[in-house]
């Protein structure tokens, strides 16, 4: 099982930008799929997931409102479309395999994570 996660980029405050994370050995009903993101210096932090078998969605506070997760089971793609972008978002955006905790959270699951793809929200 391989993801591969692209679309970051430089951005201005307000921004949009949209990532994918193309998964490829495995379908997406098989696995939920999680975005996590790491700011240089913190811990990484989960962000958002889709569940595999209903495909229902889950956000961290700090992005509801402003990022939407979807994905295209034709292109065994994940997206996650994010607005108003803020300077905080800026992080290391990683995709991975996740099963949503009892906590309303997702955990990343079987050990399958993409490489990261870098936002900067910056003016």
């Known amino acids: 099982v391989q993801l591969q996660a692209s679309g970051g980029g430089l951005v201005q405050p307000g921004g949009s930008l949209r990532l994918s994370c193309e998964v490829s050995?495995?379908?997406?009903?098989?696995?939920?799929i999680a975005w996590f993101r790491q700011a240089p210096g913190k811990e990484r932090e989960w962000v958002s997931c889709?569940?595999?078998?209903?495909?229902?969605?889950y956000y961290a506070e700090s992005v509801k409102g402003r990022f939407t997760i979807s994905s295209d089971r034709t292109k065994n793609t994940v997206f996650l479309q994010m607005n108003s972008l803020k300077a905080t978002d800026t992080a290391r955006y990683y995709c991975?395999?996740?099963?949503?905790?009892?906590?309303?959270?997702?955990?990343?699951?079987?050990?399958?994570w993409g490489q990261g793809t870098l936002v900067t929200v910056s003016s």
């Open positions: 991975a395999a996740a099963d949503l905790g009892d906590d309303g959270v997702c955990y990343p699951a079987a050990g399958y």
């Open positions: 050995g495995t379908t997406l009903d098989r696995y939920g």
């Open positions: 889709i569940s595999g078998s209903d495909g229902n969605t």
